[in-house]
């Protein structure tokens, strides 16, 4: 599968798509498209990588980055749609710790919108992760 990434806004959120392979060839242009949506005024990422076949510690990198300068600017990320590859992936590094793992879209619109309703902060840190 070619790597791609491909976002729309949804509800406030932007859903961010990325299919094949994130590693140390394809995670210079992830990064780069991650910055230019945050530039743009993407602020509450909803990541689905339901079609990612791939992850490696570089990509996982670009994504803490991402992460961490959302959060700095009152942003979140979440993830949608991460299958048991990519999931076991988050566990074994415990990055479950850290990000959100939502099943679906509605899922993750769902949880951001309580967070804001609720009056909390917008990262849906308190939203609960996906179960395997």
Do not use: W, Y
């Amino acid at each position: 599968m070619e790597f791609a990434v491909e976002h729309r806004v949804e509800r406030g959120l932007t859903v961010v798509k990325i299919s094949g392979e994130i590693d140390v060839f394809t995670s210079p242009r992830l990064r780069e498209m991650l910055l230019d949506i945050i530039e743009n005024g993407g602020l509450h990422l909803v990541v689905d990588l339901g079609d990612v076949t791939f992850l490696d510690s570089t990509g996982l990198g670009v994504l803490v980055g991402i992460f961490h300068r959302l959060r700095a600017r009152d942003g979140s990320m979440t993830f949608m749609g991460v299958n048991d590859r990519v999931r076991r992936v988050f566990h074994v590094t415990q990055l479950t710790k850290i990000f959100v793992l939502h099943r679906t879209l509605d899922d993750a619109i769902a949880a951001h919108e309580a967070s804001r309703s609720a009056g909390g902060d917008s990262s849906d840190r308190g939203a609960r992760p996906a179960t395997s």
